[in-house]
């Protein structure tokens, strides 16, 4: 296969993430990793035009729908902390229409940074920023 390159990765140090890796790696099209002992080995094949063009669609649809998210989230807690009753707690309505606005603030910002990964078509970019948007939420 010319033009391939092997990407190998080494899991002495957590043996327990070879099995999900794996998985992972399996669900991705075109891609077969090799496991000895250890190790994992990926042939990355060489990315033609068309597969560059699909890699870009789905990451507009990963965008999308993580921006969805992002303003579900936005949307459950606001109303949650909208609708509570923070009278005897010592908690300012100020103050919780200043966290709310924050957030909406940090929400648009992030929205707006995914944008212009996009238009720039830097899909790695793209792939690590949902990952750390993921992480957080799901932390």
């Known amino acids: 296969m010319q033009g391939n390159k092997l990407i190998v990765n080494n899991s002495a140090s957590m043996p327990e993430a070879i099995k999900p890796t794996v998985k992972t790696l399996r669900e991705l099209e075109g891609i077969e990793p090799l496991v000895e002992l250890h190790s994992i080995f990926v042939q990355v094949p060489r990315v033609t035009r068309e597969h560059r063009g699909n890699i870009v669609t789905a990451a507009k649809q990963v965008a999308a729908r993580a ?3 992002l303003h579900d989230l936005f949307s459950e807690y606001s109303k949650k902390a909208k609708s509570r009753d923070f009278e005897g707690s ?9 966290a709310v606005d924050n957030s909406k603030f940090d929400i648009d910002r992030r929205i707006e940074q995914l944008d212009s990964l996009l238009k720039k078509r830097k899909i790695n970019c793209i792939c690590i920023y949902l990952h750390q948007v993921w992480v957080r939420k799901v932390m």
Do not use: C, F, T, Y
């Not at 010592?90 to 200043?98: P, R």
């Open 67 to 69: 921006k969805g998210n």
């Open 90 to 98: 010592g908690v300012s309505k100020d103050l919780i229409h200043a």
